[in-house]
């Protein structure tokens, strides 16, 4: 069973479109998170999300917004979306704050 | 800016040898630090982590070196194999933990054979 599952794997999408990622655990964590990976592989946080409190990064666009149905899912919905949205989208969850994270495989989403 | 950053962009050892990746911080509030491995394609796999508390932790083929006082953390793979290759990330967690981990640029490990 994958722990950490992320859909779509592939995302090719054009401008100004809206879109959608969904990520479940099924490791029982209580925090879940998401992460942009650039070109350069530079990993950057983009929300955590523990115990219905989500914490933000200020330097992320409000185009970006997660939504948690429960605790096993955290999708991540973007509007409007730009060139430089392109990227690849990693989800992860944690036992709890200060623990390791397990990752998922990664969305690789290209804005055309 | 960062404060989590490795000191070579990529490292390139002959199969067998030792590997030691090396990573720089600098928020004293850092308390918990982990080394993850992204293979192509893939997403980041924990590979080892070390709390403040402790200066040196063991795994199987690695090990995570710890010295706060220079705040440096450090990854050693020994016996480097060719399922070895990867790009290496150090991170760290400052603080209670409530902003996420903060990750590093990545060491990409090339093995020779």
């Known amino acids: 069973d994958t722990a950490v599952s992320q859909t779509p794997k592939y995302l090719v999408t054009q401008m100004g479109n809206d879109k959608s990622i969904k990520c479940e655990q099924n490791?029982?964590?209580?925090?879940m998170y998401w992460y942009k990976q650039d070109s350069k592989k530079f990993l950057k946080i983009m929300f955590s999300?523990?115990?219905?409190?989500?914490?933000i990064n200020e330097t992320v666009p409000n185009r970006f917004s997660p939504k948690s149905p429960d605790k096993a899912h955290l999708n991540l919905h973007i509007n409007s979306l730009e060139l430089g949205d392109s990227a690849v989208y990693f989800c992860?969850?944690?036992?709890?704050?200060?623990?390791?994270?397990?990752f998922g495989s990664g969305t690789r989403l290209t804005v055309v | 800016g960062e404060s989590v950053g490795l000191h070579l962009p990529t490292l390139s050892v002959q199969e067998g040898d030792n590997s030691i990746i090396n990573c720089a911080y600098s928020?004293?509030?850092?308390?918990?630090f982990i080394w993850y491995k992204q293979e192509s394609g893939k997403g980041p796999q924990f590979i080892i982590d070390?709390?403040?508390?402790?200066d040196k932790r063991q795994g199987q083929r690695v090990t995570v070196l710890l010295n706060k006082t220079v705040k440096h953390l450090s990854l050693q793979i020994a016996a480097t194999q060719p399922g070895d290759s990867a790009v290496y990330f150090c991170?760290?967690?400052?603080?209670?933990?409530?902003?996420?981990?903060?990750f590093g640029k990545g060491t990409h490990l090339i093995i020779q054979p």
């Open positions: 992860a969850s944690s036992q709890a704050l200060n623990y390791g994270y397990t």
């Open positions: 928020n004293s509030a850092s308390d918990y």
């Open positions: 999300y523990n115990n219905k409190e989500l914490i």
């Open positions: 070390i709390r403040s508390n402790m």
């Open positions: 490791l029982g964590h209580d925090t």
């Open positions: 991170a760290e967690n400052r603080g209670g933990g409530a902003d996420g981990l903060t």
